[in-house]
Every structure is written in structure tokens, then in C-alpha cells.
């Protein structure tokens, strides 16, 4: 019985032993405005067998040495960087969510102001008695529509909540696609100036050599 016991905890702790490297898969981003290769093995060497953008969902289901084993939404597994990744949404992503929550909220505004006019029940929530028909503000006396201002108060608060939240994203990736710009702009800046200063040195030798060759 002993012998058993021992033979079915052994089984059971084979079956709880996870290799190293392995993880159980969840989702992570690649970190805001870049576009990283995937490769089917874990070094830059390596071929690329799919791209991945700053919004795309990616599976984790392995890491080793800086690396990480991803799968894309259609099913496409290679391995990218880790530094590349992040378990965090990024702002677009955040952005989309906002969009659709302030959307939902809206349109349930619209309908609990809907029902307050026509004095139809909202959620369980019945009309305050005498108030059918009558197209009157939210703050009028009785339980029913009590009940309904409260809800439709903190939907009003989400919603701006909501709104702010989206300002804010809005903004920060205005001024990370502007510095952006500002940088590539630079760089092409500094490229221009070092092929002027290129071509008037070279310009500058070629007239010496010139001048130097009339010399008897």
C-alpha cells in the first residue's frame, strides 16, 4: 500500500514538472511604434518568417537568454527579443478600448435618457408612478426614477472619465509620432551637411592635385 503511494506521488510530480524555458502561454505586445522581425530561431542570424507591429497580440510560450518564443494571431511561431515585448497594452491598444468604452456608455446614456421620457423600466428599475409620457429632467421626486439618475449620473462620470483617459493617450501619441519625425528629420539633416562637407573637401583636394600637375 505504502509501495503504491509512493509510485503515484512520483507519477504526479513527473506530470507537475514543467522543462525549463517552457511557460505557460499568455499574451503579450511589442512595445509602442515599432515593427520587430520574427525568427525562426533565437539569434539575429536567423531567417525572419513574420513581422510584428506595436498593436499586434502575440503568444508567450517560451523563453531563453534574452529571447522569447512568440505565436502571431494566424498562427505563426518564430522568436523575437524579449526587450521587444511587453505584458502591458500599448497606447494604441489602450486607445481602441477607450474609444469603444465611451461608445458603449454614450449609447447607454441615450437609452436611459430614452427610457426617463417615455417612463418605460430600465434594468428592473420601474418608472416613478404618473411619469409615463411625460418628458421631464432626471430629478423629479420618486423612487423609480431616483434610481435611474443615479445609474445614468455614474455612466455620465465613466463617460468622462472615459474621455479624459482618451485625451490624455491621444495626446502622448501625438507627441511620440512628432518626435519621431523630428528625429528621422534630424538624421536625414545631419546627412545632408556631411555630404556637402564631403563633397567640398573632395572638390578642395582635386583643385590642389590639379594645380600641383601644371607644376615643370
Known amino acids: 500500500m505504502r509501495r503504491g503511494a509512493i509510485v503515484f506521488l512520483a507519477c504526479v510530480g513527473m506530470f507537475m514538472v514543467v522543462p525549463p524555458g517552457q511557460l ?24 525572419t518568417v ?10 508567450l510560450t517560451e523563453e531563453a537568454d534574452g529571447w522569447s518564443k512568440v505565436r502571431t494571431g494566424d498562427g505563426k511561431e518564430g522568436w523575437v527579443g524579449t526587450r521587444f515585448l511587453t505584458d502591458k497594452p500599448p497606447k494604441g491598444v489602450l486607445f481602441k478600448q477607450l474609444e469603444a468604452r465611451n461608445k458603449a456608455l454614450q449609447e447607454e446614456n441615450a437609452r436611459l435618457r430614452e427610457a426617463g421620457r417615455s417612463g418605460k423600466s430600465v434594468d428592473g428599475v420601474p418608472p416613478a408612478e ?10 423629479v421626486s420618486g423612487e423609480g426614477c431616483a434610481g435611474l439618475k443615479a445609474k445614468y449620473d455614474r455612466l455620465l462620470r465613466e463617460n468622462q472619465e472615459c474621455v479624459r483617459e482618451k485625451n490624455v493617450l491621444a495626446g502622448e501619441n501625438s507627441r511620440l509620432k512628432t518626435s519621431e519625425r523630428l528625429f528621422f528629420t534630424f538624421i536625414g539633416g545631419v546627412f545632408i551637411v556631411l555630404g556637402v562637407l ?19
Open 198 to 216: 564631403i563633397g567640398l573637401f573632395i572638390q578642395m583636394v582635386s583643385g590642389r592635385s590639379k594645380k600641383q600637375g601644371y607644376r615643370f
Open 130 to 139: 404618473g411619469t409615463q409620457g411625460i418628458t421631464l429632467p432626471l430629478d
Open 50 to 59: 513574420a513581422y510584428a507591429n506595436t498593436e499586434d497580440q502575440l503568444e
Open 24 to 47: 505557460h502561454a499568455k499574451t503579450v505586445y511589442v512595445r509602442d511604434w515599432i515593427v520587430i522581425n520574427i525568427r525562426s530561431a533565437p539569434n539575429d542570424a536567423s531567417a
